[in-house]
């Protein structure tokens, strides 16, 4: 593990285009480094004046103009990377975006990888790994509760929360470190019930923190629902309905869907990744049976199974293939429009719905919100990522363990050693403490110019 570090210098300058590929009203070149002001130069003729929009005329080698706009000027370290920077916003056609770049590339920069200006920013101390993360996220975020989680995490808010906790657990580790240290001064941490109160309250506040990032996960991610059943138990049907199309073929025939369909939809805020699978049997048939394979290895990387059964006959009962023991199942008892039955809850992880006519769909809605802890109006959620909720982990495992430790065997030494390990397990969250390969995975999967 290495300690970030608080300003870098790297030597080249860097370039890239930094808005999204394709014909625009307008493109954006960015660059950032020390080479910033004799590329404006020898582009637009001077250095503009700092975070002053001005218009210009790009000029390539032979101060033939290549394209004009405005150019920006940010310098070090009052800029976005921490480095100087040069924006030069002009038309976004492909070809003249390219020839902009040309001439950049020509005059000492080179080539940005993808997440690279983030990058910069965040070893130059501008961001927190964190709300560098949330970038990304916010780039991403396909609907408004994603958009408000990213922000908040943008802002610096999940640091905050982070930090706070961490800033206690210090605290706390210094306290216990000190009455092992000086035991001439009789500090007897282990009869006072103060440790243990405090080593409670962080406990609460891990969790407190967990549960909004769990909920920002699902904001981000999504989760992934599998509709499983035997054939004609509707599950196109309730494909559709959920996605809000024919995304699917329905039919009264046994075994249309042959293969898995995926749509992607949001149900209440709730990104969901639907898949339609083929229907569950024995068959003798070589392309329905690998139909049933892959609808068994769908359910196998599933958050949630949606099983089907049709409630207008008697005869219908489970699939006789069997299901994933590890993903939950809800029973899902459809066309109560031919049976009568009531919509809504029939039982334990059982819900009731007529898919065609969509009686009992928002009860199944609801159900699902909750069997996989999605709370719509749960206040301040975070954009994160799977690694902040291990790091989350940890940190509780550590604190839990060190709360054992002092309960059991009075040893103020273990507790403080994993005090220090639910440190350095939120420090990875923000950054204070991380590894190069994991920066690189970070932020390979940003945007090229970003």
Known sequence: ??????????????????????????????????????????????????????????????????????????????????????????????????????????????????????????????????????????????????TRAAIRSLTGEFSGEVNAINKELIKLRMYVESAIDFPEEEIDFLSEGSVQEKLHQLLLMLSNLFEKCQQGR?????ITIVLAGAPNAGKSSLMNTLARQDAAIVSSTPGTTRDVLREHVVLNGLPVHLIDTAGLRVSNDAIESEGVRRAQEAMRQADHILLLLDDSTSSQSAPVVSLPEDVPVTIVRNKIDLSGRAPGLCGDDCVAIAAKTGEGVDELIEYIEKQVGFHRELAGSFSARRRHLDALVRAQDSVRRGKAQLETARAGELLAEDLLQAQRALGEITGEFTSDDLLGEIFSSFCIGK
């Open 1 to 146: 593990m290495i300690d970030k570090p608080t300003k870098t210098t790297f030597q080249e300058t860097i370039a890239a285009v930094a808005t999204a590929p394709g014909r625009g009203g307008i493109g954006i070149v960015r660059v950032s480094g020390n080479k910033v002001p004799e590329i404006a130069t020898a582009i637009v003729g001077h250095l503009p004046q700092p975070r002053l929009a001005v218009f210009a005329q790009f000029k390539n080698t032979r101060q033939e103009i290549i394209d004009e706009g405005v150019a920006l000027y940010f310098p070090a370290p009052t800029s976005f990377t921490g480095e100087h920077i040069l924006e030069l916003q002009g038309h976004g056609g492909p070809a003249v975006l390219d020839a902009v770049l040309r001439r950049v590339l020509e005059l000492g920069a080179r080539m940005a990888r993808a997440g690279e200006f983030s990058e910069r920013a965040f070893l130059n101390g501008k961001l927190d790994l964190a709300q560098a993360e949330a970038i990304a996220d916010l780039i991403d975020a396909g609907t408004e509760a994603s």
């Open 218 to 222: 699902m904001l981000r991610e999504g």
